[in-house]
């Protein structure tokens, strides 16, 4: 249970005392019933609440897909780059979502793809956890062409786990289990179970190439929705998100 104007001053009705006018001159039902009193209490399981005839849906959480551009980081802080909330409506943007909606598993300032947003800290925690082996599978396009030979030999050694060089204050590490299926000799789809560091760009580099495009295609059973251009985001689906949980 929560009060009321608590509830709507996250919704981003605006202050507390604002919402204490709006109570007063607006009709506000709960469950058919007026209130006027801001700390009456609302169960956004079970209640309903209308303002004027207007349906309110307090979201208990949200899911999010984008497909991230490059250039926009993964950050709320503000600065000279464009971060990726930037690119989210000012729906988006109530002191409710500004404190709980956060990023599921960062993406590089040049990498695309599938990014998830959601105010759900247990899937959160599920998806990055360590321990839940959650797969992520990336689009790579490399420098230069490998040879039948090599990729062969790459393939070995992402699945037997290859070893991984210190980068910047990073230290070394060697890689859980990784497979990789070969598209063209300078292309490959690459899925791993941790979220290392620079991890892809930095596997790649182990065995003598360069990452020069990635792009992050899916998220454990979730696939980035091919429709989403660049920048755009949509809501999970029901049957998206329960192949997340």
């Excluded at 709507?8 to 469950?31: D, M």
């Excluded at 979502?97 to 247990?122: A, M, Q, V, W």
Aim: glycine content about 6%; hydrophobic content about 35%.
């Amino acid at each position: 249970m929560e009060r009321i104007d608590k509830l709507l001053a996250h919704e981003g009705y605006g202050s507390r005392k604002e919402i204490r006018k709006i109570l007063h001159k607006c009709e506000v039902l709960i469950n058919g019933t007026r209130v006027t009193d801001p700390g009456s209490q609302f169960d956004v399981d079970k209640d309903t609440l209308t303002i004027d005839g207007e349906p309110i849906d307090f979201h208990k959480h949200i899911y999010l897909m984008m497909n991230k551009p490059q250039d926009a980081v993964c950050s709320t802080k503000e600065g000279e780059k464009q971060t990726v909330f930037d690119l989210l409506d000012d729906s988006l943007r109530t002191p409710y979502f500004i404190e709980k909606l956060h990023i599921i598993g960062r993406l590089d300032i040049d990498t695309e793809g599938l990014l998830l947003f959601t105010t759900d800290g247990e899937l959160t925690h599920r998806l990055i956890s360590p321990k839940t082996h959650v797969s992520k599978t990336y689009y790579c396009e490399l420098e230069h062409e490998e040879t039948e030979e090599h990729q062969k030999e790459i393939t070995r050694q992402f699945e037997e786990g290859i070893a991984i060089e210190p980068e910047h204050n990073e230290a070394g590490f060697t890689a859980q289990p990784a497979y990789i299926k070969w598209q063209f000799p300078d292309k490959a789809l690459l899925t791993i179970y941790e979220g290392k560091y620079h991890q892809v760009k930095r596997m790649f580099a182990a065995v003598g190439n360069k990452i020069i495009f990635l792009k992050r295609t899916s998220i454990g059973q979730l696939a980035l929705d091919n429709d989403l251009d660049l920048g755009k985001y949509r809501e999970l689906s029901k049957e998206e998100l329960n192949l997340l949980k």
